[in-house]
């Protein structure tokens, strides 16, 4: 029996040495050391011979068996660095290639569209786009915007003050009143028209997008969302001219057939100011659906008609006094021989209105089953 063992042995070194795949060599493993294959049932038979022959014949099985056994895990590691190495080869992956599935190509923002769009219907009208910080000094966010010392827009609850810088002249002030140095997240674009007007003299007519933000948070206020702010400034600027504009402004958004008309309002930087409304374009103007049978209320506009979109107005001399040279030291925004209007609205407002959008904090939510409609 010792022989016959040495024998299977020598055959299955040879075998598994001259493997050439790990699947010949899982072959054999299972030929020779399977659960019957012939060396493992000597083992099992070693009980069954005579005492004699029992301690010599067990201790030669059981040392094939370990020697077989290390030679496979052996050759399988040999086997599997050259299959490695040859797949390598053989199945190189193009990066370059489209994905299998290929996955959908990506797509800008909705607010991005909106806010490209918008930039795209002043710049035809003559404007150019500017931008501007959006920490801002409280100079240049209530100070040269004609806002009153008191204004509620001015309190640490309304806006986001992020430093503080002590001037000369500042301690005589409460501990807590802001200073002209402070330094806020600007509450709105408009801080940009007076730093555009200190960049260049008259004319100017410019658009300023960008990120402005304010502490709220329900379904139409986030804590950051997006304006553009418009400034026309040169001699003989009227509200017409205004109406104008924003009439273009809105037909080219929500259609050829659109009017808009001006409400009085008040901003501190504007006079005369007004609201902006844009006749509804799901009902054309009349406050109650003609195609549905009971003739119910327009829900987009409440039936009133009109939707408000921004808020605008002649430029209020007081601002002008703010801005008395250029950067270039040529000669500022005299009161009594320019005119000017501005206007600001909300780049989310816009999309709200156009696509029909409920809720504002849907931008932000990140969710593609949204996002993926625009």
Same mark, same amino acid.
């Given at each position: 029996?010792?022989?016959?063992?040495?024998?299977?042995?020598?055959?299955?070194?040879?075998?598994?040495?001259?493997?050439?795949?790990?699947?010949?060599?899982?072959?054999?493993?299972?030929?020779?050391?399977?659960?019957?294959?012939?060396?493992?049932?000597? $083992?099992?038979?070693?009980?069954?011979?005579?005492?004699?022959?029992?301690?010599?014949?067990?201790?030669?099985?059981?040392?094939?068996?370990?020697?077989?056994?290390? &030679?496979?895990?052996?050759?399988?590691?040999?086997?599997?660095?050259?299959?490695?190495?040859?797949?390598?080869?053989?199945?190189?992956?193009?990066?370059?290639?489209?994905?299998?599935?290929?996955?959908?190509?990506?797509?800008?923002?909705?607010?991005?569209?909106?806010?490209?769009? $918008?930039?795209?219907?002043?710049?035809?009208?003559?404007?150019?786009?500017?931008?501007?910080?959006?920490?801002?000094?409280?100079?240049?966010?209530?100070?040269?915007?004609?806002?009153?010392?008191?204004?509620?827009?001015?309190?640490? !609850?309304?806006?986001?003050?992020?430093?503080?810088?002590?001037?000369?002249?500042?301690?005589?002030?409460?501990?807590?009143?802001?200073?002209?140095?402070?330094?806020?997240?600007?509450?709105?674009?408009?801080?940009?028209?007076?730093?555009?007007?200190?960049?260049?003299?008259?004319?100017?007519?410019?658009?300023?997008?960008?990120?402005?933000?304010?502490?709220?948070?329900?379904?139409?206020?986030?804590?950051?969302?997006?304006?553009?702010?418009?400034?026309?400034?040169?001699?003989?600027? !009227?509200?017409?001219?205004?109406?104008?504009?924003?009439?273009?402004?809105?037909?080219?958004?929500?259609?050829?057939?659109?009017?808009?008309?001006?409400?009085?309002?008040?901003?501190?930087?504007?006079?005369?100011?007004?609201?902006?409304?844009?006749?509804?374009?799901?009902?054309?103007?009349?406050?109650?659906?003609?195609?549905?049978?009971?003739?119910?209320?327009?829900? $987009?506009?409440?039936?009133?008609?009109?939707?408000?979109?921004?808020?605008?107005?002649?430029?209020?001399?007081?601002?002008?006094?703010?801005?008395?040279?250029?950067?270039?030291?040529?000669?500022?925004?005299?009161?009594?021989?320019?005119?000017?209007?501005?206007?600001?609205?909300?780049?989310?407002?816009?999309?709200?209105?156009?696509?029909?959008?409920?809720?504002?904090? &849907?931008?932000?939510?990140?969710?593609?089953?949204?996002?993926?409609?625009?």
């Amino acid at each position: 029996m010792i022989e016959r063992i040495e024998e299977l042995q020598a055959r299955a070194s040879d075998e598994i040495v001259a493997a050439a795949t790990s699947a010949a060599l899982e072959e054999l493993r299972v030929r020779y050391l399977g659960r019957k294959a012939e060396l493992p049932q000597m $083992l099992r038979g070693v009980a069954e011979l005579e005492p004699a022959q029992r301690g010599e014949v067990g201790r030669a099985a059981n040392q094939a068996r370990q020697a077989l056994q290390a &030679l496979i895990e052996a050759r399988v590691a040999e086997l599997g660095v050259a299959e490695l190495q040859r797949n390598l080869e053989a199945d190189r992956v193009d990066v370059t290639l489209p994905g299998a599935p290929p996955q959908p190509i990506g797509r800008l923002h909705v607010l991005t569209t909106t806010r490209r769009e $918008l930039e795209d219907i002043f710049l035809g009208l003559g404007f150019t786009v500017m931008e501007g910080p959006e920490v801002e000094t409280v100079h240049y966010n209530f100070d040269a915007l004609n806002h009153s010392p008191t204004h509620p827009a001015r309190a640490r !609850t309304d806006t986001f003050y992020v430093a503080r810088e002590r001037v000369p002249g500042d301690d005589n002030a409460g501990p807590d009143a802001p200073r002209s140095s402070d330094l806020v997240l600007r509450t709105h674009t408009s801080p940009m028209q007076i730093r555009a007007m200190e960049a260049h003299p008259p004319p100017l007519y410019v658009v300023i997008p960008g990120r402005v933000y304010r502490p709220d948070s329900d379904a139409t206020h986030t804590p950051q969302f997006h304006q553009i702010e418009g400034l026309a400034v040169d001699e003989d600027i !009227t509200l017409a001219d205004l109406k104008g504009t924003l009439l273009m402004f809105a037909r080219a958004v929500f259609g050829d057939r659109r009017d808009v008309r001006l409400r009085p309002h008040f901003f501190p930087f504007t006079e005369p100011s007004v609201e902006v409304d844009v006749s509804c374009f799901h009902c054309d103007g009349k406050g109650f659906l003609e195609s549905e049978p009971a003739h119910p209320r327009c829900y $987009l506009c409440k039936g009133e008609g009109w939707l408000e979109v921004l808020g605008a107005g002649e430029v209020d001399p007081n601002v002008y006094s703010y801005v008395s040279t250029t950067e270039h030291n040529t000669p500022g925004y005299d009161p009594e021989k320019v005119q000017g209007f501005a206007w600001g609205m909300g780049v989310e407002r816009i999309a709200m209105l156009k696509h029909g959008i409920p809720d504002l904090r &849907l931008y932000y939510e990140n969710d593609l089953r949204f996002l993926e409609q625009f």
